[in-house]
């Protein structure tokens, strides 16, 4: 990332709230540039096993 030292002061000056997220939004960015993520068949069956884990709880309390 470029300019890596302006999130650093911004972490001191602003609020490391406001600052993490640019962080996080400009690795995205170039990331997203680099290559194009995807999903495997391990990770795409463990998140819709997490789902599954989350709603359970959701639903059964809506039941009640």
Known sequence: MK?????IAGGFLIAISVTFPLV????????????????????TIGLAAMAV???????????L
Do not use: Q
Not at 3 to 7: A, T
Not at 24 to 43: K, N, Q
Not at 53 to 63: I, L
């Open 53 to 63: 884990v989350v709603a359970f709880p959701t639903a059964w309390v809506d039941v």
């Open 24 to 43: 996080l939004i400009a690795r995205e960015l170039r990331i997203s540039r680099i290559a194009s993520p995807r999903l495997g068949a391990l990770d």
């Open 3 to 7: 300019f890596v030292w302006l999130y």
